[in-house]
């Protein structure tokens, strides 16, 4: 039934990860319109950019010149300001946006979205409240009465764009629905991977973040490879522990064969703002809000960010020893813990 | 009772991973002198530098000045040019050296190991003949009637012998065995774990060379991180099919959990010799016999000999296509077939 159906497409979101995937929507939702409508409507928080608005701007160069650029978005994406305005007539939701703008933008599309509508998640990160922590599309399923998977991957934003080869992974209860969002993202250079898992997808995506940390601070204190590739097991390791006591029902095969497992959890130790950052941390001697500030404009950390909250989380459950690393990172960024103790707590 | 008799060991082998594991085990057999002779022979290939023998200069200096210069070995570590003397009186035999020159030692060992004595395998890759692969555990213990242990791990030689965090994995059957050889090895920053799988922990040591070639690929190509960690992934369980599929009895852990696997197959895509020789061979252009030459002194290049190998003997049994990753190293390698045609072809 469900892959009969004709889906008409809309993205919450437009920054580099949404523009990025918008570039892949727009030209699928062409070649494929037995499927999905083709023209895509994508909300953008509008913003002046050299004296002009930003929707403007897109509509007209069909480039989202802030926030991805050089990268063509197809004449059929459609910035919109007004959010209630850019799902209109969609039934099915792309949400690509930094998670602390989740809940306003949750508090605009309440009691809008259609009956049956199938949302996706691409949010990096947890949702983190009252001492419980959530995944987004548990939040956006609860919050707007839909349906809602989860797409994680080995996905530098800039390397999707540029359609240099990519692998992603999809979890989604339903396989046909699944099946039907991988034909929504899947290019020649962009593979997908489906599976039941939405939790796994979704912790995979916002624990390698730690990880990464740690990884950041091997490449800081310039140890080697050797000791590079442990911090990366053992992390991966924590992080599936982690999923399965905490989420009953994960899959650990996500975290140990799927892009959004180990595969996200590589790219984001070779590279990555974690990974840069906690290096920095290690060479300057300088705090994560001030290395926030001078080299990501300002916006949190998502690895220190989510080791504080998973702190918490742990510490009210009396399971900070059980998880090593991540408390490393969390005493390390914020209680002062010396960098080159680490291998003394993992 | 195991525990309880004192091992006197001996190393098989003095090259770099030799030297540096010498350099560990010269260390250990003197805090753990209740478990182990303090006394450790090490079997060298004699050859001339500078003039001198190599096993005088070992033995004076107590470094080894060629494959490990920089780096004590201990005065209890004794280079022996002749291997039935330096194998004298052991009941634990460390083997680590190149695979090639494994034949030629159990010729010389044969029918001359005590009955009862413990070996371990450090041996990287796999020995092939008449279309067999054999791990090296199994022919040392084949040849020479003894049990074979087998140590492998993210491991690069230079990184252990200079005390930098590293994390092994000792398969061994039996697992009071399997302690006692970590203790032999084990520092404070090599830190080793034991299971029962001596296939896998060989076959990971042996595989991820192929991998770290295609790692390599894609590094020459300028492709970015979401592509190689695609690779690691996507070859990490090739992997893991293979050892499951031809190695009955291997544990699928061992690749996915284990140092022996994933950090292993990491270490080797980030750095290593397998992975440089593979860039080089995209930049150039130049063939593999070539870069051997120049940038290995003639020695081979254990990534695309493994490749052969295993091409030959997946041919053997009709299943090519099901390893498409090592079929494409192979391809690559030898045949002509273009380098960037890798992902489709993965």
Redo the contacts between chains.
């Keep these: 039934m469900v892959a009969q159906e004709k889906w008409k497409v809309a993205i919450v979101g437009s920054g580099n990860w949404g523009s990025a995937i918008a570039h892949l929507v727009g030209k699928n939702v062409k070649e494929r319109s037995d499927r999905f409508e083709t023209e895509v409507h994508m909300w953008c928080f509008e913003e002046e950019f050299e004296g002009r608005k930003l929707t403007e701007i897109i509509n007209e160069k069909h480039e989202n010149v802030k926030y991805l650029p050089g990268i063509t978005l197809g004449d059929n994406i459609i910035a919109e300001p007004d959010l209630p305005k850019a799902i209109e007539g969609a039934n099915a939701l792309i949400f690509v946006l930094p998670h602390q703008f989740i809940g306003k933008a949750c508090d605009q599309l309440e009691g809008k979205v259609k009956p049956g509508t199938k949302g996706i998640s691409l949010i990096k990160g947890v949702d983190v409240k009252e001492g419980e922590i959530h995944i987004f599309s548990e939040v956006i399923s609860a919050r707007l009465g839909i349906e809602c998977a989860a797409l994680s991957g080995?996905?530098?934003a800039?390397?999707?764009a540029?359609e240099?080869?990519?692998?992603t992974t999809i979890g989604c209860r339903d396989l046909d629905v699944a099946k039907k969002w991988a034909s929504l993202f899947e290019t020649e250079?962009f593979?997908v991977a489906v599976n039941r898992d939405v939790l796994g997808v979704s912790l995979g995506g916002a624990l390698k973040n730690i990880v990464a940390v740690a990884a950041g601070f091997v490449d800081g204190l310039q140890?080697?490879?050797?000791?590079?590739?442990?911090v990366?097991?053992i992390g991966?390791?924590e992080m599936k522990r982690f999923a399965l006591e905490f989420f009953p029902g994960t899959e650990p095969e996500t975290f140990?064969?799927?892009?959004a497992g180990?595969?996200?959890l590589?790219?984001s130790c070779?590279?990555g703002r974690n990974r840069r950052c906690a290096e920095a941390f290690v060479k300057t001697g300088k705090p994560f809000d001030q290395l926030e500030k001078e080299m990501l404009n300002g916006q949190k950390l998502q690895g220190v960010e989510t080791a504080k909250e998973l702190h918490i989380f742990l510490k009210a459950r009396g399971k900070v020893e059980e998880y090593p690393l991540f408390t490393f990172v969390y005493r390390a960024a914020y209680e002062g813990v010396r960098v080159d103790e680490l291998?003394a707590h993992i």
Aim: proline share 0%.
């Design positions: 080995a996905n530098i800039d390397e999707v540029r240099e080869f990519s692998e250079k593979r140890w080697g490879n050797n000791a590079k590739a442990a990366i097991r991966l390791l140990v064969q799927e892009s180990v595969a996200d590589i790219t070779l590279g291998t």
